[in-house]
């Protein structure tokens, strides 16, 4: 890097009104602000507002380091742009060229400034394009977080989706499992029944697996698990909705279901829980 | 040295465990309890562990010795409140304590040991018979 300050801030500085024209006709030409997801003046309003903390930060600590927290608005301003950019469904490649698109103009005016000195020129136009290089990655880095709080936040919301605890009758639980169970899955359903189990009082809580696609030996021993904890609370647990597949697989397999209650379906397990409950259904009209 | 308290209420011994478990504690709590059946004839006992937030291994099989020599004893035994963190590490460390009767709160329990007792007479006349 050149010595003292780069000749970069200068330039940032100088043409910051050039620079922002410059590179929205570039901008454009790459196509962003074509599609109508961002309007024309808010993307004027991004870039500018880019170059003006990009100015700052470069002027108050330099263009080697963007870690540095004089950075930190600059970082800021591209994390808040990726956020958005994955909100309206832009491409990784797309939010990148953003920032991408600001090395052309750039290397304009730092040749036109710095002249026909070779060397120099060399060396600056190297500092812009690490600059460039490395907000653009960080631009990719917050782009890709994002998405992955996105998947996150809807992986969590599809485990509590998939444990809603029903009270079928005072003193009846049911939990209607659907998808594969895991050892996560198993830990969240567990904690929820049981939980549920103290809040209401319940004796017998009825666990149907008729959405459980497959039942390996892994997901056997889960169940088995839960029905143990249940005991331990002093409740009963009922199995229901095994499937006849899923009867000849646990046998072929080995568990040892012995001791779990196990019903066909959801209707006999409550006329079971309702019958040990000491509630008779009768029914009125003949 | 801290004990846990056994109360007595007529036929059934009630243990209402408030702190957390140290093992000095569960074996004195084996050596008072058993000696109180002996001593009182107890036909049940109510073992309350409903503020007990942590076990391990070792609080976990004494549960199940101190139920398994009441029965001995012929005295019925209900665990009565276990909170469901304590039951997930009691199945997580593979102890299922199989063949100790549990209950939901102190006055499932209560109803269980009665029914129980009841239970106990009734096959007793049927054999005097």
Redesign the interface.
Known sequence: MASGVSRVVEVLKKYEKELLTDWLAELKAGGTGNDGRVSETELHTQAKEFLGTLGEASRSAGVGDIERPEWSPVRDFLDGVSRARVTQGYSSDQTATFIFSLKRPLFKRLSKEIGSDAKVLAEETWTASELIDKLGLHTIKSFQKTREDVINRQQEEMLELSTPVVKLWDGVLALPMIGTLDSART?IV??SL??R??DT???IAIIDITGVPTVDTLVAQHLL?TV????????DCIISGVRPQIAQTIVHLGVDLQGVITKANLADALALALKRSGYTVTRNKA | MDRIPILRMGDFLLVTIQVDMHDQLAMTLQDDLTSQIEKTGAKGVLIDISALEMVDSFIGRMIANISGMSRILDASTVVVGMQPAVAITLVELGLSLAGVQTALNVDRGMQRLRADVAGKEADDGRHQE
């Open positions: 830990q567990m904690e049981l939980q189990i103290v009082g319940s004796e698990k143990t904890a249940i005991r331990l609370m002093g409740a």
